[in-house]
């Protein structure tokens, strides 16, 4: 039997926080850095994406850093992965329910929270034929937190010892209780590889191959495509195609012109805003389908309370009352995204728009009298600086918005001094206390509450004066620190019970609108198109994508 006690930094996060921030940055940048050039003009990729048969070609502009499910942590390999391999638990698809995979049950979870016994399927095969059991499953967990890579920190902060305590039964102890673990054993790389054909080395990756358990294998994968076959000897249902062949465009401008002229079953990821707009406008002429889904991932502005004068509540309530979320989402996006008003997306049951109840939206009236309280004036104005990335064309024209809408409604009294900084050095600095505010988004780890809340408001070590000085909330720029938000998070991790569990988030967005760390400011929209004869074309909930439903 294999056993494996963990001890991993906890300073892991913080690159979570920047570079992965940055790389959806990067991808928000795509949306909108080519509007315009839409002319019908065939690409000559779309050659190599047309094919015959019931295999499906797909386009994108995302990119395959690694599909190593070690060292895997951005938005695109992580849909190959969870095509390609199997995880413990997953969702019910269509849905958010938690479902046994590789699990044959449930967990059994200790009264104390923190041994987690879960059962396991003996009838599955990896795809170079090695049986799965429990022995490989802690092996591949084992991995993922000892080799170190990226997403390391999600098992190694929490795990203590993982055990095969017998063929088909896994049993993992956590350092301290975790209500959301089984949510977060459905990341995409928590997934069982060959012991036969990957090592546990620290720094040791494979990120051109992969062998797993899944319904597809990799048949290959270069810089412009990848290509998935269906796995013969598969556990579960067959897929509803004989393969995907995905290619990976340059620019939105070819991913949009290589659909519309017919060169893709599947366009996924991303097109500008005019771009989504012309095929949804024309989908009935065109022959396509329009397939919308909300998302999970947040945009927010962090408020750095080290520099002053945002140290004083009342300053960061008025800068909350001045932000206009519709204005942003029409002028925008087009109505391609929709106004947040809490860290929790509004897929949740949980979210309570709080700063909408609150502070509303440009409620300039409000933010004048708070600013005036602070002691801020015509005579004695206050500037607000809101710094972004140089890759975001969106942040920019979003930071842009905000500071012509303030001016004109608050002249004399507010300054707006938008400033950009070359990405890796804007996100390299945050946690160093280097700007008063930051437009930034998140990706959840797992569908769950827990990640847009521990994030944000937790702090390990600071005080109430200084501010905190190491952990999640540093990390993140905004230097929060609260006692009574930190034991609210510890609380919601360590309560079982769900209705309690959602008590507690709700005080914890009491204390988000109170004290306002961050303030949220849209949610986006996500969409594929697909052309009319394919079907089983959704994006989950969970903003998962599953291939394997894809027919034609």
């Known amino acids: 039997m294999s056993k494996l006690r963990v001890n991993f930094p906890l300073s ?29 003009t065939p690409d000559p990729q779309a050659e190599a994406t047309t094919t015959g048969g019931d295999r499906i070609s797909m386009g994108t502009t995302l990119t395959v850093r690694t599909l190593d499910p070690a ?39 200790s009264d104390d929270g923190l041994t987690y016994t879960i059962p396991l399927r003996d009838d599955v095969v990896l795809h170079d034929g090695t049986p799965f059991d429990a022995e490989v499953m802690a092996f591949s967990i084992q991995r993922f937190i000892e080799n170190g890579g990226r997403p390391a920190f999600l098992l190694g902060e929490k795990i203590d010892t993982v055990e095969a305590t017998g063929d088909y039964e896994l049993t993992i102890t956590l350092q301290s209780p975790f209500a959301a673990f089984t949510s977060l054993l459905t990341f995409w790389g928590v997934t069982p590889v060959s012991p036969e054909s990957y090592t546990i080395e620290p720094g040791s990756f494979q990120p051109d191959t992969f062998i797993g358990s899944g319904p597809y294998k990799l048949a290959s994968m270069t810089s412009d495509s990848v290509k998935l076959d269906v796995n013969p000897d598969y556990w579960g249902d067959a897929p509803g195609n004989e393969g995907v062949d995905i290619q990976i465009f340059t620019s939105p401008a070819n991913l949009y012109n290589t659909f519309k002229t017919g060169g893709l079953d599947v366009a996924y990821q991303t097109l500008d805003p005019d771009q989504i707009a012309d095929l949804e406008t024309n989908a009935d002429s065109g022959g396509w389908q329009v397939i919308e889904a909300g998302t999970t991932v947040i945009n927010y502005m962090s408020l750095n309370q080290k520099i002053k004068p945002l140290d004083d509540v009342r300053v960061r309530q008025a800068i909350a009352a ?19 008003y809490s860290l929790i997306p509004t897929s949740f049951d949980i979210y309570d728009p709080v700063f909408k109840t609150e502070y509303g939206d440009g409620n ?50 507010v300054t707006v001094d938008v400033q950009t900084a070359e990405s890796a050095t804007l996100w390299d600095n945050v946690d160093k206390g280097v ?5 930034s988004n998140w990706y959840p780890d ?63 967005q009491e204390v988000l609108v109170e004290d306002v760390p961050y303030v949220p400011l849209w949610q986006n929209k996500d969409y594929v198109f697909a052309q009319d004869g394919v079907e089983g074309v959704e994006i989950q909930p969970t903003q998962q994508f599953l291939l394997w439903q894809i027919s034609k």
Do not use: H
């Open 12 to 40: 892991r996060r913080r690159w979570r926080i920047g570079k992965f921030v940055g790389l959806f940055s990067l991808c928000l940048a795509l949306i909108v850095g080519c509007a315009g050039n839409q002319d019908d």
């Open 446 to 508: 797992y569908y769950d509450a827990d990640t847009f809340i521990q994030p944000f408001l937790s702090c390990d070590k600071g005080s109430a004066a200084a501010g905190c000085e190491e952990g999640a909330s540093q990390a993140n720029g905004s230097f929060y620190y609260s006692e009574n938000a930190n034991k609210l998070v510890a609380d919601q991790r360590s309560e079982q019970d769900a209705a309690a569990r959602k008590e507690i988030f709700g005080e914890l």
């Open 435 to 439: 700007y008063p505010s930051v437009l």
């Open 71 to 109: 060292d895997s942590y951005e938005i695109f390999p992580g849909i190959l992965l969870y095509n390609l391999g199997d995880r413990l638990y997953t969702y019910e698809p269509g849905g958010t329910e938690l479902i046994p995979q590789l699990a044959t049950e449930m967990p059994t979870v």
């Open 322 to 340: 001045m932000v206009d979320r519709p204005l942003i989402s029409d002028r925008v996006f087009q109505g391609q995204a929709d106004p947040l």
């Open 364 to 413: 300039y009236d409000l933010a004048r009298e708070l600013l005036s309280e602070a002691g801020f004036s015509e005579s004695n104005p206050f500037t607000f600086e809101v710094w972004y990335p140089s890759s975001s064309t969106t942040r920019s024209i979003v930071a842009n918005t905000m500071k012509e809408a303030i001016e004109t409604n608050l002249p004399g009294l």
